[in-house]
């Protein structure tokens, strides 16, 4: 299974590679140090590619709107309707496929993300907002309302003041529909995160009022146990995910000129020759691995039955 996994990820890897390659601008690091969460958290997520406005939806906010080769990648493997000639689009003007992700235009965004610390933000009201509704329509028969809130972030939105306020309120009120998961890869636009921050993430949440996790960002075994049991927690739960910012990326894996320019030509050929897929081929995905997300559709019908 994890075999399957691996290739499931590297499949986003060289997806979001590839995009911003040819795009000749964009963040390639992010999404390939979030593409093993990202695999894994499909898993867990209930959506519905046909249906995404389904009220009762898992809402997915990506707090750090520059990972958007993640996050136009999984649309189009989920099969919200995106076409590998959208991500072949990435960046151009009009595309379905801008540089940051937005609400309204791009199906399955849930909320328009890149000014960092707002998704965090955002995602704290979406969880008050389902309380809130919840306790109006929910009876002991019915839980009509009773989806969770997943919340991708990185360095740079903990590092915004914006975040600690709605962290704060989201842990006085107990909300444990809230996971929030944090790409903890010690590298931002500039360098190592030494040169910025150096306080006690796990210590700033508890006193906050959250469950902390605290995982190999790679281990799939670790992120399915941490989500499952951030779904039973009663608290809201930060999963802080030690990651390697352009996992698979050889020479650059780890380097922060991987934040925000293409890897280039070279290093893309080594990266997919080192998974074993073709180094030639570009934006392409084994067709039993686009099989595997597509499935994404058939379980959210089912969900929502
Ligand atoms: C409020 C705000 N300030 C500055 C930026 C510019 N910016 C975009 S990405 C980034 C660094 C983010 O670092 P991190 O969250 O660690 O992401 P990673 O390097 O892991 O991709 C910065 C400073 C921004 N988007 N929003």
Not at 134 to 150: C, F, K, P, R, W
Not at 209 to 237: C, M, R, Y
Not at 282 to 289: A, L, M, N, Q, T
Not at 291 to 305: K, N, P, Q, S
Request: charged share 25%; hydrophobic share 35%; aromatic share 8%.
């Amino acid at each position: 299974m994890n075999q399957t996994r691996k290739r499931m990820a590297d499949s986003i890897r060289f997806l979001a590679a590839d995009m911003v390659q040819r795009a000749s601008s964009g963040h390639p690091g992010a999404p390939m140090g979030l593409a093993d969460i990202a695999v894994v958290l499909g898993e867990h997520l209930n959506h519905n590619p046909k249906n995404p406005d389904w009220l009762n939806r898992d809402r997915l906010v990506f707090s750090g709107g520059h990972a958007t080769g993640l996050i136009y990648s999984l649309y189009y493997l989920w099969g919200y309707g995106l076409e590998i000639e959208d991500l072949k689009n990435f960046r151009q003007l009009d595309s379905l496929t801008p540089g940051h992700p937005e609400y309204g235009h791009t199906k399955g965004i849930e909320i328009t993300t890149g000014p960092l610390g707002q998704g965090v933000a955002n995602a704290v009201g979406f969880s008050m907002a389902s309380k809130f509704v919840g306790a109006q329509v929910n009876s002991d028969s019915a839980e009509l309302i009773d989806h969770t809130v997943y919340c991708l972030c990185g360095d740079g939105d903990l590092e915004e003041g914006l975040s600690y306020e709605a962290c704060s309120i989201a842990g006085h009120n107990k909300l444990d529909n809230l996971i929030l998961i944090y790409d903890s890869n010690n590298i931002t636009i500039e360098g190592s995160t030494d040169l910025s921050i150096s306080e006690n993430i796990p210590m700033r949440f508890e006193s906050q009022g959250w469950d902390v996790l605290e995982i190999d960002g790679h281990d799939f075994d670790e992120i399915n146990d941490a989500l499952i049991q951030a779904k039973s927690n009663k608290k809201p739960t930060i999963i802080i995910a030690h990651t390697i910012i352009a996992k698979g990326a050889s020479a650059l894996e780890g380097s922060h000129h991987a934040h925000g320019a293409p890897l280039g030509e070279d290093v893309i050929e080594k990266a997919k020759a080192d998974a074993g897929f073709d180094p030639k081929k570009k934006f392409f995905v084994p067709e039993d691995i686009l099989l595997r997300f597509r499935c994404a559709i058939e379980h959210g019908d089912f969900t929502r039955a």
